[in-house]
Nanobody
Framework: QQQLVESGGGSVEAGGSLRLACAAS????????WAWFRQTPGSEREGVAA????????AYADSVKGRFAISHDDAKNTLYLQMNNLKPEDTAMYYC????????????????????WGQGTQVTVSS
């Protein structure tokens, strides 16, 4: 099975930037979907952004559109999330996920559709 390891989390002031990375290993599928989710204590895990380079598709939650950018380096098997203009409400544990099955744009950031998960990296944004 795939193993996913996130890195790049930390503490930043509002308006700052962070870049998360997720290194993948194990069996990898060219048609994979990759995504970032986030979760705060007591809340549901929510989708942030997703990408499929094979299908040339991306999807973003409305709350991060225009501020976050997802990308995937196929050669390095690494997923990235560039987060700019961070807000205190972006504070959460961020998880990367992957799944080989086809998804429509409306389901690309739905947590139920992802099989493999990383352990998470904490992002804290202070005001």
């Amino acid at each position: 099975q795939q193993q996913l390891v996130e890195s790049g989390g930390g503490s930043v002031e509002a308006g700052g930037s962070l870049r998360l990375a997720c290194a993948a290993s194990g069996p990898l599928y060219r048609r994979n979907y990759w995504a970032w989710f986030r979760q705060t204590p007591g809340s549901e895990r929510e989708g942030v952004a997703a990408i499929s380079t094979f299908h040339d598709a991306t999807a973003y939650a409305d709350s991060v559109k225009g501020r976050f950018a997802i990308s995937h380096d196929d050669a390095k098997n690494t997923l990235y999330l560039q987060m700019n203009n961070l807000k205190p409400e972006d504070t959460a544990m961020y998880y990367c996920a992957s799944d080989p099955n086809y998804k429509s744009e409306s389901t690309m950031i739905r947590k139920e559709d992802y099989t493999y998960w990383g352990q998470g990296t904490q992002v804290t944004v202070s005001s």
